[in-house]
């Protein structure tokens, strides 16, 4: 079994274009900022793919759509099984590394798909979710988005139930996209490490989505990780100048606020709506090129071996289940 730790990235939206018929992740999707091919060739072991609900499921057949979306994640693995293999337990990261096959950790980002019903995180359970983003950036069943944070709500009573079942059950609990009031009550109600999984520091752009420096103490208090991700809008108050540049900043103000066990990457590839990737990170090929970015920024191997996968690997050793409990 390989020791290697794995690079790992913690949030995309490529499941869209998956089903959109795009493309495919085994063999390519050219619309995209992921696929198998290209993953491999920016050395990334472990995939994060979200299921978003976009915006006119909000209310309505959010679980409907979420279901196709996973339909169309499994469409693929059977396809291209050799290449992609669904990470359920822990052990399934090893596996994959001394495979030489790339990790797909299934995420649901928003609870709308529960639907409130407590029975449906089960069942989302048993198709491969292990990781939940509590919100996108409206009220739901769980909590207020960002958004919707006028309210001041946080977790719902059924929200707290939520996230007391995530643990129970082996379920990353991610508070990106989160009113801040929603935040601090998921942190109360945290049995384990809580994370934002595409989220940056506001103290270099103040915007609602990126978080204070003492959210992120807070995260960290956890034990848990914030992914710094590659949205220009969240990466400085000039989007269309954003580069790699930016996202070494946020990277290095978190080492030196929270210390370099609580960083790592969380891209948002295929999530940016309609703004370009930052330059220098225009795809997950480009990942190489954060390594030595940090490199050239005084971080030891072993500092970066932690920020680009170590830490969630960590986390995920922590939450995910074992195998034969599943
Ligand atoms: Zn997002």
């Not at 491999?40 to 759509?65: E, I, L, M």
């Not at 601090?184 to 994370?195: H, I, N, R, W």
Request: hydrophobic share 40%; proline share 5%; net charge negative.
């Amino acid at each position: 079994m390989s020791q290697r730790v794995p690079v790992i990235d913690a949030h995309c939206d490529t499941l869209q274009k998956v089903l959109a018929g795009e493309g495919t992740l085994g063999e390519g999707i050219p619309t995209a900022h992921v696929d198998v091919p290209r993953l491999r060739q920016g050395g990334v072991d472990v995939q994060v793919f979200a299921c978003w609900v976009p915006t006119p499921y909000r209310y309505h057949n959010a679980t409907v759509y979420t279901l196709r979306l996973i339909e169309a994640f499994y469409r693929e693995l059977n396809a291209y099984g050799d290449a992609l293999h669904l990470v359920r337990t822990a052990e399934d990261i090893p596996h994959v590394l001394s495979t030489g096959k790339i990790g797909a950790i299934l995420s649901l980002e928003g609870a709308e798909p529960l639907d409130g019903y407590l029975e449906l995180l089960n069942v989302f359970y048993r198709l491969g979710v292990r990781w939940l983003g509590l919100t996108w950036n409206f009220r739901n069943q769980v909590a207020d988005g960002v958004a919707d944070a006028d309210t001041g709500g946080g977790l719902t009573p059924f929200g707290v139930e939520v996230v007391h079942t995530c643990y129970h059950l082996g379920i990353v609990v991610d508070v990106s996209h989160l009113s801040p009031a929603g935040v601090e009550s998921v942190l109360k109600e945290a049995k384990g490490p809580v994370v934002a999984s595409h989220s940056n520091a506001r103290a270099l752009c103040d915007h609602r989505r990126n978080l204070t420096d003492d959210q992120a103490r807070a995260i960290a208090a956890t034990g848990g990780v914030i992914g710094v991700t590659f949205v220009p809008a969240f990466l400085t108050p000039e989007p269309e100048k954003a580069s790699l540049d930016h996202v070494l900043d946020h990277i290095e103000h978190f080492v030196q606020v929270v210390g370099v066990d609580h960083v790592g990457i969380g891209s948002d590839f295929d999530g940016l709506g309609d703004s370009r990737p930052p330059r220098g990170l225009e795809d997950v090929r480009h990942y190489t090129a954060l390594h030595q970015g940090l490199r050239a920024r005084g971080f030891t191997e072993e500092e970066i071996t932690a920020i680009l996968g170590g830490n969630w690997y960590r986390v995920l050793t922590q939450v995910l289940p074992t195998a034969g409990t599943v």
